[in-house]
């Protein structure tokens, strides 16, 4: 059983900077493909970014290629997103994940089986 707990949200200026951080409080994450979904009010949950276990290489949604960067500690069980360059659209509760996603389903949220609590963040002047 994996616990995730995100941190790192909060409001920021249009253009800002924040990091998010999410650690495995139970178990581990080495095995898991780890990455990060967001929910705007009233749109659907979306893939933002997530990497496989075997590859150090990320993938992103193209709305945030460029802006935002994942990263991961395995010795501690640990994921990171730095996000640069926020938009008001970037607006939303961010959800840590792991699960058994591979390359075809790295995008999609039933390939997940562990979801933090979320952690919001609000983009406005």
């Known amino acids: 059983q994996v616990q995730l707990v995100e941190s790192g949200g909060g409001l920021v200026q249009p253009g800002g900077s924040l990091r998010l951080s999410c650690v495995a409080s139970k178990g581990t994450l080495s095995a898991f493909s780890v990455g990060w979904f967001r929910q705007a009010p009233g749109r659907e949950r979306e893939f933002v970014t997530a990497?496989?276990?075997?590859?150090?290489?990320?993938y992103y949604a193209d709305s945030v290629k460029g802006r935002f960067s994942l990263s991961r500690d395995r010795a501690n069980s640990a994921l990171y997103l730095q996000m640069n360059s926020l938009k008001a659209e970037d607006s939303a509760v961010y959800y840590c994940?792991?699960?058994?996603?591979?390359?075809?389903?790295?995008?999609?949220?039933?390939?997940?089986?562990?979801w933090g609590q979320g952690t919001q963040v609000t983009v406005s002047s």
């Open positions: 994940v792991a699960g058994r996603a591979i390359t075809s389903t790295i995008a999609s949220a039933s390939a997940y089986s562990y």
């Open positions: 990497m496989r276990p075997s590859n150090s290489n990320p």
